[in-house]
């Protein structure tokens, strides 16, 4: 399984910006593909997640309402559109992949597979 994350780059606050998750090797359905992200300083935390076969989605609160995760199946791409960004979301953002999952979670160990992060900066 290969994950490949790209869209970063520097944006000003407010401004919305989507990153992309290519994902190949096998087929996911079934499973549950997370985006987490890292800022400097801090421990790795969950964003979101989706279902890649229904398409459910679930948030972390501090993104809950600007974020949208959403997926492309024949693509087998997941995409992270960001709206009203702030500078505390400025962090390195990561996709993974859980291949057991019982529903989605927050848990960065649950994940199996991970994607090699792009950079989002946002300036105030």
């Known amino acids: 399984v290969q994950l490949q994350a790209c869209g970063g780059g520097l944006v000003q606050a407010g401004d919305s910006l989507t990153l992309s998750c290519v994902a190949s090797?096998?087929?996911?359905?079934?499973?549950?593909m997370g985006w987490f992200r890292q800022a400097p300083g801090k421990e790795r935390e969950f964003v979101g997640g989706i279902s890649w076969s229904s398409g459910g989605t679930y948030y972390a609160d501090s993104v809950k309402g600007r974020f949208t995760i959403s997926r492309d199946t024949d693509k087998n791409t997941v995409y992270l559109q960001m709206n009203n960004l702030k500078p505390e979301d400025t962090a390195v953002y990561y996709c993974a992949a859980d291949l057991q999952p019982f529903g989605i979670k927050m848990q960065s160990r649950n994940y199996d597979y991970w994607g090699q992060g792009t950079l989002v900066t946002v300036s105030s």
């Open positions: 090797g096998r087929t996911f359905t079934g499973y549950v």
